[in-house]
């Protein structure tokens, strides 16, 4: 049997709010990746989704547990090798995208590649391919702010893929797009799939679900099913 790419072990996540009020988050949550496969986590608001997301990304830390990338505990490799590994072989599509505001489409999307020998031309050429991809070639010059949300999604979504990543964490992809759109973006996921590549999406959308080799619900901050 080949180990989990990556490996999430008794995971909690509790944020301790003033007055003592504390949240759980997520509670005890244990799952694992194989490489190339395609995980979908779903469930209600405020179920723990993106909070997972972030541990496993290591965007974040663990009130307690572990995550393993390829053996390794994240939380305890440096931060300068754990920061390496996310530039080069993480595409992250946030759910509120964090596209930087002074920076247009183009920039935005070649923004993963400035750690590449590529030439800035070169940058350039790449993300202006994944904009074609995306249907945004002609807002390439466009700020984020002269976008419709759909678009900055879209931007989000080509940033994530511009650097041929090995692991994608999309916190609800689709969720500003039409079907066309979305269309486009699960074509986008199945071509890095069968690259042999990782997915973990976070998505109400029953194609999103349905593309999945594992479909995690969540429920009140617990991995349910
Ligand atoms: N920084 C924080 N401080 C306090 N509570 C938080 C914090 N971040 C998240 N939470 C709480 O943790 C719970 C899980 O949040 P999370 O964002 O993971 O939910 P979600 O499943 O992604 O929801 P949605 O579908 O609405 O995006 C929520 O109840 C949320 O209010
Ligand atoms: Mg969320």
């Known amino acids: 049997m080949t180990a989990p790419l990556l490996q999430a072990i008794n995971l909690s996540k509790r944020y301790v709010l003033s ?27 405020g179920s723990g989704k993106s909070t997972l997301l972030a ?15 390829d053996g390794t505990n994240i939380s305890q490799a440096n931060d300068v090798r754990l920061a390496r590994y996310r530039k080069k072989k993480i ?4 759910q509120e ?11 935005n999307v070649a923004m993963p590649l400035v750690v590449s020998n590529m030439t800035i031309k070169q940058r350039h050429a790449q993300a202006m391919s994944l904009l074609e991809t995306v249907g945004l070639a002609d807002r390439a010059t466009h700020l984020p702010r002269q976008l419709s949300g ?9 940033r994530a893929l511009v650097h041929d990543p ?24 199945h071509s890095f799939k069968n690259a042999g590549k990782s997915l973990i999406v976070v998505s109400h959308s029953k194609q999103l679900s349905a593309a999945a080799d ?6 009140s901050g617990r991995i349910v099913l």
């Open 19 to 45: 007055g003592n009020h504390t949240v759980h988050a997520l509670q005890d949550a244990s799952m694992e990746l194989t490489q190339g496969s395609w995980l979908t986590i779903t469930g209600p608001s």
């Open 55 to 69: 541990l496993l990304a290591g965007l974040d830390r663990p009130t307690t547990g572990e995550v393993l990338l």
């Open 91 to 94: 595409g992250i599509i946030f």
């Open 97 to 107: 995208y964090h596209l930087f505001e002074e920076l247009n489409s183009l920039e």
């Open 150 to 158: 759909g678009e900055r999604q879209r931007v989000a979504v080509a």
């Open 166 to 189: 090995e692991i994608i964490f999309a916190d609800e992809p689709t969720s500003n797009i039409d079907q066309k759109a979305a269309d486009k973006v699960l074509h986008l996921f």
């Open 214 to 219: 594992t479909l995690i619900q969540m429920e």
